[in-house]
C-alpha cells in the first residue's frame, strides 16, 4: 500500500518537474527543474531495488548534467530569447 502511494507520488512528480523543464523560460531555472527530475528518477531506481543505477543516474544524471548545463548557461545568456 504504502509503496504504491510512494511510486504515485514519484511518478507525479516527474511529471510536474518534466512540464516545468518544459514551461520555464529561465533557462537556469529549467535546469535546475531538470536536476529534480534526474533526483526523482533516481529515486524511482532505488524504490525498484536497482540501487547500482539510481547511484549512477544520481551521479551523473542529476549531478555532472546539472553542472555542464550551468557552466554552459554562465558562458551565455540565462534567458531564452523570445521565439517566432
Keep these: 500500500m504504502i509503496e ?14 518534466a512540464l516545468l523543464v518544459f514551461h520555464f523560460r529561465d533557462l537556469l531555472a529549467a ?10 528518477i533516481s ?9 547500482d543505477v539510481a547511484i549512477a543516474q544520481a551521479a551523473i544524471g542529476a549531478g555532472i548534467t546539472t553542472a555542464i548545463f550551468i ?5 551565455t545568456g540565462r534567458y531564452e530569447e523570445g521565439g517566432a
Design 43 to 51: 529515486l524511482e531506481f532505488y524504490i525498484l531495488q536497482a540501487p
Design 71 to 75: 557552466l554552459a548557461i554562465r558562458a
Design 31 to 40: 535546469v535546475i527543474a531538470s536536476a529534480l527530475f534526474g533526483f526523482l
Design 4 to 17: 504504491t502511494v510512494l511510486h504515485a507520488l514519484v511518478l507525479a512528480g516527474l511529471v510536474a518537474s
